[in-house]
Structure formats: C-alpha cells, structure tokens
C-alpha cells in the first residue's frame, strides 16, 4: 500500500501533530513554502555538504530522514511542507479548527457566564487550541476568512502588545508564501488599528511595515495589495517620516519603472505632503508652501529624467499627469489669488510659462521617433501626445489657447499622425478645438 493510501486513511490528525509542534517550538520561522518529496533529497544533501545534520529537523511519520518519508523540513527558521500530505493535512487542521471554534464559542455563549468564568483555565485553554489550529489552517488555506476573524476576536479581548507584534510576525509568515493574500494584508492592518489606539509605538510599526512592503514587492512583482498596504500606511506617518519614504522610495522606483503602484505610493506621498502643508499656521505657510513648491519641482524634474532614460513606459507618464495637475491646481492657482501674497509669488508666476515650455520641449522631444523604429519609441511617441493633449485640459482657457497655438505652430501634429496614424481624426480635432 502507497503512503498516499495511508496517509488518506487516517493519518491526517498524526501529521496536524507534527506540523503544529514545528511551528510550536520554531516560534522565529520567517518562511514557509510548499515542495515536492524528491526535493527533500537535495535538502538533506545540502546538509550533510556544510556538516550541520545535527542542526537539522526532519519531521516524518517514523522520523526517517528518508526523503521518501519526509513530510516536514525545518532549519535557519525556513519550514518546507511536503506537496505529497498538503490535502490530508488541510483536511485535519480545517476539522480541528472547526471544533475548536465551536467549543469555543459554546462556553463564550454560556448563559450567565460571568467575566471570571470567561477568564478561566478552561477558557483560556480553549482560547490557545483556536489560536494554534487557526494558525495551521492559515498556513495552508491563507484566505479562510474564518480563521482570520476568530483569531481578531480572541486578541480584541486579550489586547497585549506582545500578541499583536507576534501577530504581525504570524501575518508576515502567510505573506512569505502568498504575498498577494488580500486577507492578510486586511489582518496587518486591524493589527496596527488595534495598536495605535492604545500604544505608542506605531510610528516604528509603521516604519517597518514599509520596509516588509519594499522586500515583499521585490520579489513579487505588480503587488497591487502590497503597495495598497504601504499606502495606508502614510495615514499613520508623521510628516519627517513622509519625507524619509520620499527619498527611500525614490531609488526603488528608479530601478521599477513599470511598476505603476511604486508610484502612485509616491503620488500619496506627494500629497500628504501638500496636505500638511494647508494645514500649518497662517504665520507658517509662507515659508512652508516654497518648501513644498521645491520638492514638487524637483520631483518633476527626476520624472523627466527617467522618461528620457527608460524610454516608452507609460507608468512615468501618468505620475507626470499626476504631478502636473498638482502643480498647476495649487501653485498657479495660487498666482492670480489676490489675497496670497506670498513672497514667492512672482516667481511662481514666472514659473507657470516656464513650466509650459519645457513640457513642450519634452514632448517634441520624445515624440522624434529614429530610423531603427523600435517599438518603445512609438510608444513613447503616443505617451508624449496624449500627455500634452491632456495637459491642455487642464488649464485655465486663457493658457489653454496660448498652449494649442504653440503645438500648432510646431510639427507635433505630424509626428503624432506618423507614430500613430489611427488617431489622426483625434488629433486633428484636440489641437484645432476651440481655439
């Protein structure tokens, strides 16, 4: 008879047991991962090469370091679970968390139990089996919503600090194997909630959080739920610490151009930034509006530069649209209102015309597409004129017409039919309309 019939008849339960006491007495595993029984060979290979067997843990049904009989391996803090016992396993952790819950809420359910009862040995013996067959089931079947939600409710009764910070440490666990897990991004952040009503250390928390955020999208990429997380998390930054992600996040973006959700953190960023800044003392915003007034020029500046270094990725483009509509709302607004007098106003409002030739210069300048006609330059090509064509829609009407006559009288109108002749009606009409 197989293992695989073995196992299927009853020793589900036999491997939840083994499992759990890994997990129990590793409490500092940092990764998980599922792999195939053959590569247990390679595994305990690796281990007799560099002289550590005797620093190794092979959990197995007879304790065999046979990899033929291996189900669990454990060492430097990595746990691998063996493919072969994932559905026996999952079908036993699944049953004994569901009778644990149960039983649970039984005695929580209890008419007329008082608080002492709820606090009893009994209670709180019932309290760990959740928590310990949650956690087991969590690690195989991420997304049980259940699961998730019986362990907030035990920790919104016990409230310790040392739970939580295990309980980010468990979260950050999942993530190692399904960055992606939407339910348990939702469960790091009802654990922050919790702490930052009641603690002071969230702004460290935080800081961390973006640091496991950076790591997590370096090796998976496209992260919407990561990038999702980190910016949720500049709610609970203080304006030096928004600063600090500015630059931080600035040489990791550089390296992920593609990686549109990079940039909208740092469009969140940008604003929380412009937020703060309407919200200092009358006496203050002077000051601070040029302060910010810089940082969104040089920003605009290391967007430019990486248009022209990383040619036809639309992502730049868009932060660009994000950070031209920005610049225009708050700080040309702010030229023609009577009542802002500022000391940097004139120089704003020399600014505005200057910034609308250089976003012509840019446009004409990546909208010249070479002899090799390699993709990417047609791409850009199409970027540059949707941007400038969209950029005049969002002027005031008066630098709108001075805008349209400028493309007007330049051959953008050509190269724009050349790179993407398709659209010719399209262009024709944005640059001749209403002007």
């Not at 060492?75 to 644990?100: E, N, Q, T």
């Not at 969140?268 to 000051?287: G, N, P, R, V």
């Not at 994000?322 to 500022?342: C, I, K, P």
């Not at 210069?361 to 090509?381: G, M, W, Y």
């Amino acid at each position: 008879m197989s293992k695989g019939d073995l196992i299927s008849k009853g020793n589900g339960f036999d491997l939840l047991d083994q499992f759990e006491h890994i997990l129990d007495s590793d409490p500092l595993i940092d990764e998980v991962g599922f792999i195939h029984p053959s590569q247990f060979v390679i595994l305990n290979k690796e281990a007799e090469s560099s002289k550590q067997q005797s620093k190794d843990e092979i959990w197995s049904s007879d304790n065999s370091l046979d990899h033929e009989d291996s189900n669990f391996w454990n060492r430097d803090h990595k746990l691998g679970i063996s493919a072969h016992v994932l559905l026996p396993l999952y079908k036993a952790a699944k049953d004994a968390f569901m009778d644990s819950i149960r039983q649970y809420k039984i005695v929580e359910n209890l008419p007329g139990a008082s608080e002492d009862e709820m606090d009893s040995p009994r209670s709180s013996a019932m309290e760990s089996e959740v928590m310990k067959h949650s956690k087991a089931l969590l690690l195989l079947s991420c997304d049980f919503g259940t699961a998730w939600n019986s362990r907030k409710l035990i920790l919104s009764k016990k409230r310790h600090m040392s739970l939580f910070s295990d309980e980010l440490l468990f979260s950050g666990l999942v993530l190692s194997y399904s960055p992606k897990s939407e339910q348990a991004w939702c469960h790091r952040r009802w654990v922050i909630k919790m702490i930052a009503g009641q603690y002071s250390a969230v702004q460290e928390i935080v800081g961390k959080e973006s640091d496991l955020v950076e790591k997590i999208a370096e090796r998976s990429k496209m992260n919407y739920r990561a990038w999702n997380h980190r910016c949720w998390l500049v709610f609970y930054m203080t304006r030096e610490q928004v600063l600090l992600e500015l630059n931080k996040s600035r040489k990791w973006a550089g390296l992920h151009v593609a990686d549109n959700s990079c940039f909208h953190y740092r469009a969140q960023l940008m604003l929380t930034i412009l937020d703060l800044s309407w919200h200092k003392q009358e006496d203050e915003t002077s000051d601070h509006d040029v302060e910010v007034y810089q940082i969104w020029k040089e920003e605009l500046l290391w967007n430019e530069d990486l248009i022209k270094r990383y040619v036809g990725r639309e992502a730049l483009w868009l932060y660009r649209r994000f950070l031209s509509l920005y610049w225009t709302r708050h700080f040309a607004t702010n030229v023609g209102d009577a009542t802002h007098q500022s000391r940097h106003t004139s120089c704003v409002a020399d600014d505005v015309n200057i910034f609308l030739d250089n976003e012509l210069r840019l446009v004409n300048s990546c909208s010249t597409i070479p002899d090799n006609k390699f993709e990417d330059f047609h791409a850009q090509s199409i970027h540059a004129a949707t941007y400038i064509l969209w950029l005049t829609k969002q002027l005031p009407k008066s630098q709108e017409i001075e805008l349209k006559k400028k493309l007007n009288a330049g051959s953008l109108l050509t190269m724009m039919n050349e790179a993407c002749p398709e659209r010719s009606p399209l262009w024709s009409n944005c640059l001749h309309g209403s002007i």
